[in-house]
Nanobody, 122 residues
Framework: VQLQASGGGLVQAGGSLRLSCAASGLTFNNHAMAWFRQAPGEEREIVAAINWNADSTYYAGFVKGRFTISRDNAKNTVYLQMKNLEPEDTAVYYC????????????????WGQGTQVTVSS
């Protein structure tokens, strides 16, 4: 299984970014997908998750309606649209694939991408 995340970068507070994660080596539409993030000195935390057919989503409390997770099963790709970014959103963002069709527990995500850096300046 390979997960290739992209789309990170440097953005000013209030700006937007769209992360993408292309998956291969798995039957994509059998798996929940999620985005996690890890800031320096902090533990990794879930940002958002989406079930196999995109009719259920989960968001961490800090998202506050600013982020949207979506997926395109025809392209084996999951996205994270981030708006109104804050300096506190600075982190490495990882995409992950679950062994289940829906999950919001990190322990149920055995497949991970390499991460993409998001830096939000104040």
């Amino acid at each position: 299984v390979q997960l290739q995340a992209s789309g990170g970068g440097l953005v000013q507070a209030g700006g937007s970014l769209r992360l993408s994660c292309a998956a291969s080596g798995l039957t994509f539409n059998n798996h929940a997908m999620a985005w996690f993030r890890q800031a320096p000195g902090e533990e990794r935390e879930i940002v958002a998750a989406i079930n196999w057919n995109a009719d259920s989503t989960y968001y961490a409390g800090f998202v506050k309606g600013r982020f949207t997770i979506s997926r395109d099963n025809a392209k084996n790709t999951v996205y994270l649209q981030m708006k109104n970014l804050e300096p506190e959103d600075t982190a490495v963002y990882y995409c992950a694939a679950s062994v289940l069709q829906f999950a919001n527990n990190e322990k149920l995500y055995p497949y991970w991408g390499q991460g993409t850096q998001v830096t939000v300046s104040s």
